[in-house]
């Protein structure tokens, strides 16, 4: 029988799933699954998974357990991130998600999870410049990793952090509609504090002025402002995987939607009402990873922890 895995993210914000078979180049994605749930809604504050919470992200869950179950899936794995590592009552929720869908969540590390995004988007890094800054904004937490890299090689992680800015937390402290430029510019001062110590001991300012730095980012965020950019009239991961952004471009797109209120943003074919109160904070941690890493453009990978969960179940059975 040919093996089938599954790979499944419960973050913050959503709830996603790929199924996928080996092929000789790496896998072939034959079902996926993705849902804003907002399992983290409210746990900033409360330290607790809401009720309202538990049962959305339940519900999506029972749909991800059919889709294990139908597809014959031989091998899982399913990771939750930061809502899970901050409420108390995760570990009676996770049970009972075990208990009515089978299916048996593990909280990992915020170090584990970037070594799993950089697994999953490491084919969109360019071997040929020797540093690289990847990042992932969550809706609890942001991941940054400073990566060397060498032709011939794999990267290798130099060093690695996570801080506690995602966009469902930041939103809930600053807002989620029409937000004033005073209050937006506090958004990213409090960020790049959290941020600067990181990029001033790695030298990535020294390294940039060599054009040693490449930068990668693997979030809804930047996927979003791709999509933008792009002009697309529906989201499209095949026009967007991949893509290059001019920082320039991304701060031009960030002035537009930080006047924008709720609904204005809404209206975005690449936002839409799911997003339209996250995406600005979204934004600000972009502008604050920008201004202490100043990089003229950036790499979009609509891929990341699920993938890599994927290569690590292949490459693990594979030998």
């Known amino acids: 029988m040919r093996p089938v895995y599954a790979a499944l993210d419960l973050g913050t914000n959503n709830c996603r799933l790929l199924i996928a078979r080996p092929t000789q180049s790496g896998f072939r994605v034959i079902d996926a699954f993705s849902r804003i749930v907002r399992l983290g809604e409210g746990v900033f504050s409360s330290e607790r998974l809401s009720d309202s919470a538990m049962e959305r992200t339940l519900a999506a869950l029972r749909v991800c357990g059919g889709k294990i179950q139908r597809r014959g899936v031989t091998a899982v794995r399913a990771v939750a991130t930061e809502a899970c590592r901050r409420a108390r009552n995760c570990t009676p929720f996770l049970e009972a998600v075990e208990d009515e869908t089978g299916i048996a969540i593990e909280i990992i590390s915020s170090q584990e999870e970037g070594r799993l995004a950089i697994a999953g988007c490491a084919a969109l890094l360019d071997p040929r410049i020797p540093h690289a800054l990847v990042f992932d904004i969550g809706g609890g937490s942001t991941e940054l990793m400073w990566l060397a890299l060498r032709p011939g090689g794999r990267p290798r992680l130099v060093d690695q952090i996570s801080i506690r800015c995602g966009v ?25 504090a959290q941020i600067e110590p990181f990029a001033e001991r790695n030298g990535v300012r020294a390294h940039l002025e060599r054009g040693g730095v490449q930068m990668l980012g693997t979030s809804g965020t930047v996927t979003t402002l791709a999509g933008v950019h792009l002009g697309l009239a529906r989201y499209d991961r095949r026009a967007v995987d991949g893509s290059f952004l001019r920082i320039d471009h991304a701060r031009d797109i960030i002035r537009r939607l930080v006047a924008l209120d709720f609904e204005g943003r809404s209206r975005h074919a690449c936002i839409g009402l799911e997003r339209a109160d996250l995406v600005v904070a979204g934004c600000a941690v972009l502008e604050a990873i920008c201004d202490c890493c100043p990089v003229e453009r950036l790499r979009i990978a609509d891929r990341g922890l699920r993938e890599g969960i994927l290569v690590d179940l292949i490459g693990s059975t594979q030998g």
């Open 168 to 192: 469902i937390g930041l939103s809930e402290r600053y807002g989620g509609d029409l937000i004033p430029p005073e209050r937006y510019c506090a958004m990213v001062e409090e960020v790049a």
